[in-house]
């Protein structure tokens, strides 16, 4: 009896039974082409875990006449990396599949770089992590970059019925039936990981207390539990649902917030929701409503003391309210524009007007006390320059008019700076 799990067993053979991912291996996808024209260059597959990294790698290996090794960036040597060069240097090209490429330290990159140059070394380097930010620039010069998508629910079936069905390295001699919600169950609660419901689906038909298997919905459940979430708090995954997150409630979207909402809560990360929240309050929300701000953090400090699952009420609470309240990021872009002037240099001397009082020997340097103090006049507001010289007709804050509440200070604004000129 083998002990190589079910997903290892079913990885395919060649490009033509890899499942999904047909805008890389479909009829005019590019991998199919390099194979076609058994010319093949060195290329990083990234994307989230279980979803074809590994398997496309030896599809292209099963279609070539070129030797296939695999290696792990983190746990492999160089001397390991040396042997496959010498393979490489005999038998004239090998396909070298480095897993954790983003984790490649110096003096491996260092010794690979040669090889990938004169054609040896076929490399297809696996990451879950963008590679424009966690892959050296050496390697990805060398290679070219493909993101590889979860597989849908229909893809997820197809593996699933494939492996049921195979005598040769699937399941079929255990005659297995399962109900059609257990089906679904694998398909949909993997989220996109293939090879989670490939596992789950051989644990509950080896674990199966009836013979031959029957797969009731209860027994995927037991075998998969939760599924596997799509959200790594250190991944690429991650920081996408974020800011899908964020650009859902900045774009009024109460339902696609919510949803995004529900993920993070999957994900147990409430130090992130509570962020990014907060964030939104102001930047997107801000002078539109500016009090959303402090409900906002109301309801953070609500759900940190509640924590999960009552935390998940005032933070959908929250959500909804930033969804649907005006929206107005005048104060992100206000303070930006200041500080955009600030790093060119434009900056100038202060007034003196302003400087009086607070400057050692103001007046011994004969600065006229030109300083106007607003609450000496009744409407407590009186003209004067406040910029410096070279700024003084400069306007950061551009107000937007998706509420009453800024168009009010719009027009305060306005009234103001008539009177400054």
Same mark, same amino acid.
Do not use: C, W
């Given at each position: 009896?083998?002990?190589?799990?079910?997903?290892?067993?079913?990885?395919?053979?060649?490009? %033509?039974?890899?499942?999904?991912?047909?805008?890389?291996?479909?009829?005019?996808?590019?991998?199919?082409?390099?194979?076609?024209?058994?010319?093949?260059?060195?290329?990083?597959? &990234?994307?989230?875990?279980?979803?074809?990294?590994?398997?496309? !790698?030896?599809?292209?290996?099963?279609? =070539?006449?070129?030797? $296939?090794?695999?290696?792990?960036?983190?746990?492999? =040597?160089?001397? %390991?990396?040396?042997?496959?060069?010498?393979?490489?240097?005999?038998?004239?090209?090998?396909?070298?599949?480095? %897993?954790?490429?983003?984790? @490649?330290?110096?003096?491996?990159?260092? $010794?690979?770089?040669?090889?990938?140059?004169?054609?040896?070394?076929? @490399?297809?380097?696996?990451?879950?992590?963008?590679?424009?930010? !966690?892959?050296?620039?050496?390697?990805?010069?060398?290679?070219?970059?493909?993101? @590889?998508?979860?597989?849908?629910?229909?893809?997820?079936?197809?593996?699933?019925?494939?492996?049921?069905?195979?005598d040769e390295r699937g399941l079929k001699s255990y005659d297995a039936t399962i109900d059609d919600d257990a089906f679904e169950y694998f398909a949909t609660q993997s989220q996109g990981d293939v090879r989670s419901a490939l596992n789950a689906l051989e644990l509950a038909v080896l674990s199966a207390n009836t013979k031959p298997a029957h797969i009731t919905l209860q027994d995927a459940e037991d075998c998969l539990q939760r599924g596997a979430f799509l959200s790594d708090k250190d991944g690429d995954m991650h920081y996408d649902v974020m800011s899908a997150f964020q650009k859902s409630i900045r774009g009024s979207d109460v339902d696609a917030a919510l949803h995004y909402l529900a993920r993070l809560i999957q994900a147990g990360d409430l130090p992130t929701i509570a962020r990014r929240l907060l964030v939104i309050s102001y930047e997107d929300i801000g002078l539109a409503s500016p009090s959303a701000g402090q409900r906002t953090l109301a309801a953070i400090e609500a759900a940190e003391r509640l924590g999960f699952p009552e935390a998940r009420i005032p933070l959908s609470q929250a959500v909804i309210e930033l969804c649907l309240s005006p929206k107005s990021n005048s104060a992100i872009t206000s303070i930006d524009g200041a500080l955009s002037d600030i790093r060119k240099g434009h900056v100038g001397q202060i007034p003196d007007h302003?400087?009086?009082?607070?400057?050692?020997?103001?007046?011994?340097?004969?600065?006229?006390?030109? &300083?106007?103090?607003?609450?000496?006049?009744?409407?407590?507001?009186?003209?004067?320059? &406040? @910029?410096?010289?070279?700024?003084?007709?400069?306007?950061? &804050?551009?107000?937007?008019?998706?509420s009453k509440t800024e168009q009010q200070m719009k027009q305060i604004y306005e009234n103001i700076k008539k009177q400054q000129k």
């Open positions: 009896m083998t002990t190589e799990p079910l997903a290892s067993r079913m990885r395919p053979r060649n490009i %033509d039974e890899v499942i999904a991912q047909q805008h890389l291996v479909g009829d005019s996808g590019i991998i199919r082409r390099m194979v076609q024209a058994q010319r093949l260059s060195s290329m990083i597959f &990234y994307g989230p875990p279980g979803i074809g990294k590994t398997s496309i !790698a030896q599809a292209i290996a099963g279609s =070539t006449a070129f030797k $296939f090794r695999q290696l792990n960036a983190v746990t492999n =040597t160089k001397k %390991d990396m040396q042997l496959i060069v010498e393979e490489a240097k005999m038998s004239g090209q090998v396909i070298l599949l480095l %897993d954790e490429i983003h984790r @490649l330290d110096k003096a491996k990159q260092d $010794f690979l770089l040669p090889h990938l140059e004169n054609g040896k070394i076929v @490399l297809i380097g696996a990451t879950t992590s963008n590679p424009y930010h !966690a892959i050296n620039p050496a390697i990805r010069s060398r290679a070219q970059i493909f993101e @590889l998508y979860p597989l849908g629910p229909d893809d997820i079936k197809q593996a699933l019925k494939k492996a049921l069905e195979d302003l400087r009086d009082g607070h400057y050692s020997g103001a007046k011994e340097l004969g600065r006229a006390i030109g &300083y106007k103090y607003p609450h000496s006049y009744d409407s407590g507001f009186v003209a004067q320059q &406040y @910029l410096p010289n070279k700024l003084k007709n400069k306007q950061y &804050y551009q107000p937007k008019e998706t």
